[in-house]
């Protein structure tokens, strides 16, 4: 018993610390420049696709990142910066989809299908595990033996 429980303990262990780390508030000791650099990781580019505003090198997101920078000098919280940024661009600004509405769908289907895809196959294992091993009759050995005998004539 404490065979197969224990790798699902320490799994859980793992899971819950790495989750308590990335959750781990920053305690506000961060600069304005890297409270800057780290938003404009989380917004894209509204000249590039695909890119944030700090992987991009056009003129808008240098602006854009000149901007969270003074932005957050002036005290403006990440969360404001980043509603007025939703304000003027819409949601696709954001890499990051919030947390409400649709934004839910996109970050919790995938968790669902994954935890339901695992469910599904701890079920079928545990009904392969239950089902009785087939063992082969003397009529089937018979009847290999006769189709072997008429294959080699």
């Given at each position: 018993?404490?065979?197969?429980?224990?790798?699902w303990?320490?799994?859980?262990?793992?899971?819950l610390?790495?989750?308590?780390?990335?959750?781990?508030?920053?305690?506000?000791r961060a600069?304005?420049?890297?409270?800057?650099?780290?938003?404009?990781t989380e917004?894209?580019?509204?000249?590039?696709?695909g890119?944030s505003?700090?992987?991009?090198?056009?003129?808008s997101?240098?602006?854009?990142?000149?901007?969270?920078r003074?932005r957050?000098?002036?005290?403006?919280?990440?969360?404001?910066?980043?509603?007025?940024?939703?304000d003027?661009y819409?949601e696709s600004?954001?890499?990051?989809?919030?947390?409400?509405g649709?934004?839910?769908?996109?970050?919790?289907?995938?968790?669902v299908?994954?935890?339901?895809?695992?469910g599904?196959?701890?079920?079928?294992l545990a009904?392969?595990?239950?089902?009785?091993?087939l063992?082969a009759t003397?009529?089937?050995?018979?009847?290999?033996?006769?189709?072997?005998r008429?294959?080699?004539?």
């Open positions: 018993m404490v065979r197969r429980v224990l790798p303990a320490a799994l859980g262990v793992v899971v610390v790495v989750l308590v780390w990335a959750a781990w508030p920053d305690g506000g600069t304005p420049r890297e409270r800057a650099r780290d938003l404009a917004l894209r580019c509204p000249d590039c696709e890119l505003v700090a992987d991009s090198s056009t003129s997101a240098r602006a854009i990142r000149a901007d969270l003074r957050l000098a002036a005290g403006e919280t990440e969360e404001e910066v980043r509603r007025a940024y939703v003027r819409g600004i954001l890499l990051k989809p919030e947390g409400t649709i934004g839910v769908l996109v970050w919790g289907l995938p968790v299908v994954l935890v339901v895809g695992a599904g196959l701890a079920l079928a009904r392969w595990r239950r089902e009785p091993r063992h003397a009529a089937d050995e018979d009847l290999v033996d006769e189709t072997r008429s294959d080699q004539v």
